[in-house]
């Protein structure tokens, strides 16, 4: 697909479960420069109740962080702001009321994806941030509501997990009323190994050559080893025993005085060190070493990378398509004809993005099939089960709920109430491109090579006027019978097909 011109300024915004971060960096000459970075501790996750849902107060707090943010990026063009949301919002029950607040005090779209893909762009972030060579590394990065552990060489990951307990949600189960003793410290110690014994084997140290920590978490505690002298070499082992000793001996978070310790970052450092330290028992890790890079460094790299035809989503598509034995030949024909009847379609408040929305219907023709492999009989609710659930490097939960509402619509009753879940401008949008991508699959239904005739469309959001050559659709009486069905379909939905 055509890809648009890199834009000069980009932003990468990370709604984390502790703190939110924005990093605002230029593009120039093939080098990323950073501009600004701004980061303040919101404790998201602390604000999220047993019933799941937010706090006013948790989401005050957020939305003022993100209007001072969005002060900062509200003007630069759409497209070059990246902003995820983590832990907290995949849990709370209540993250699309609050979405909608929260974009439109940034300016800019919000996403939230999965803690396999979190660990993805974490890893992009550090391998970025480091001499390019062939070791093998396991990268961990402590959150507030949950740590992912990474295993990697160079650009490419071997191993992906995120684990549901980070410094927010550990302090809160363990040291809830700023307390810390031994005692507690040991609970929460082996509340981390039990989280981390089903993967302990796929981690352990034997499986890579060098540790590397990436989070506030870690940097705090690195930081804070080498200010009080215990090791000048990253995290080891005898430092961060001796850390810990002085970390129990103060007996409550306010009593915390340890150097160069972030008086903000306290309340939740035990919850922390608890997880660090249970990761350095369970995988024998000798060193540890802390990187710049995190998660708002690797959103940078993977923005980029969509605008210089390296966009890691087409090869998800690609991958999945592969998996499930679609018809390439096939998908492309279907493309080929959307080419030709997108440009044809008139939107009411135009169309965001033509090449985007292009984009999104070349995948879904790419995958509208995979669900044949599971069976005949409703595959394209097979196929969009997949997509929904499937881990797709790249994507977030968002553009997984489209490309899987796409692939669900493109055949037999048109699923109107599936788009209302969409984000904007796409629970707007996405009907139409739903019901193009269905004249286009009719129209290649007989599977066959041969081009179609010459056709125009004269389209809208209401419906449309097919027009074939004189006598064609005499001549292909199956095919005039399939759009008589289609034409059934979408009347049933309130939208007009009509063809001649």
């Known amino acids: 697909m055509p890809k648009s011109k890199t834009p000069q300024t980009v932003a990468a915004v990370d709604l984390g479960s502790n703190s939110f971060h924005m990093l605002i960096a230029n593009w120039r000459d093939g080098q990323l420069q950073t501009q600004d970075r701004l980061r303040e501790m919101v404790r998201l996750g602390a604000g999220l109740t047993k019933s799941g849902k937010l706090t006013e107060a948790a989401q005050q707090r957020a939305l003022e962080c993100l209007e001072r943010f969005g002060q900062r990026v509200r003007d630069l063009p759409h497209g070059s702001v990246r902003a995820v949301g983590t832990k907290t919002l995949r849990t709370t029950s209540d993250a699309e009321a609050f979405l909608a607040k929260a974009e439109q005090a940034l300016g800019h779209p919000i996403e939230i994806v999965s803690g396999i893909e979190e660990a993805r762009l974490i890893y992009l972030g550090v391998a970025r941030s480091l001499a390019f060579d062939d070791k093998t590394r396991m990268v961990m990065d402590i959150g507030g509501g949950s740590t992912e552990y990474i295993i990697g060489e160079s650009m490419q990951t071997r191993f992906k997990e995120s684990l549901d307990m980070g410094c927010v949600s550990m302090t809160n189960r363990f040291f809830a009323d700023g307390k810390i003793s031994a005692k507690a410290f040991k609970r929460a110690v082996i509340a981390a190994q039990q989280e981390l014994e089903p993967c302990a084997m796929q981690l352990h140290n034997g499986r890579w050559q060098e540790a590397i920590g990436a989070s506030g978490t870690l940097r705090a505690v690195n930081k804070l080893i080498s200010s009080l002298g215990w090791s000048n070499q990253g ?27 972030n008086p903000q970052r306290a309340p939740v450092f035990p919850g922390g060190l608890a997880i660090l330290y249970a990761t350095f028992q369970t995988l024998k890790i000798e060193r540890m070493i802390v990187s710049d890079g995190a998660l708002r460094e690797g959103l940078i790299y993977d923005l980029l990378g969509r605008f210089r035809h390296e966009d890691v989503r087409a090869q998800s598509v690609a991958d999945l398509a592969k998996r499930f034995h679609a018809d390439d030949a096939h998908a492309e024909r279907i493309t080929d004809t959307l080419r030709r009847f997108l440009p044809q379609t008139q939107f009411s408040g135009g169309l965001a993005d033509e090449e985007e929305a292009l984009q999104w219907l070349d995948w879904a023709a790419r995958l509208h099939e995979i669900g044949l492999d599971i069976a005949h009989h409703q595959y394209h609710k097979h196929g969009a089960y997949i997509i929904e659930n499937a881990d797709l490097p790249g994507f977030s939960q968002q553009d997984q709920k489209l490309l899987a509402t796409l692939v669900q619509s493109h055949r037999r009753k048109f699923p109107s109430k599936l788009f209302k879940d969409l984000v904007a401008p796409w629970n707007r949008q996405a009907p139409t491109l739903a019901w193009l991508l269905r004249l286009a699959v009719v129209l290649h239904r007989g599977r066959h090579g041969d081009p179609l005739p010459p056709l125009s469309l004269d389209a809208n959001e ?4 097919l027009r074939f050559p004189p006598d064609w659709l005499l001549q292909h009486p199956l095919t005039e019978a399939d759009l008589a069905q289609e034409a059934a379909y979408l009347a049933e939905a309130g939208i007009k097909l009509s063809y001649c």
Do not use: F
Not at 236 to 243: F, G, I, Q, R
Not at 247 to 254: K, L, M, N, T, Y
């Open 462 to 465: 209401m419906g449309a006027v």
């Open 235 to 261: 995290i080891t082992p005898s430092a961060l025993e001796k850390l810990v000793e002085a970390v129990i001996a103060a007996g409550h978070v306010d009593k915390l005085r340890l150097p160069d310790l």
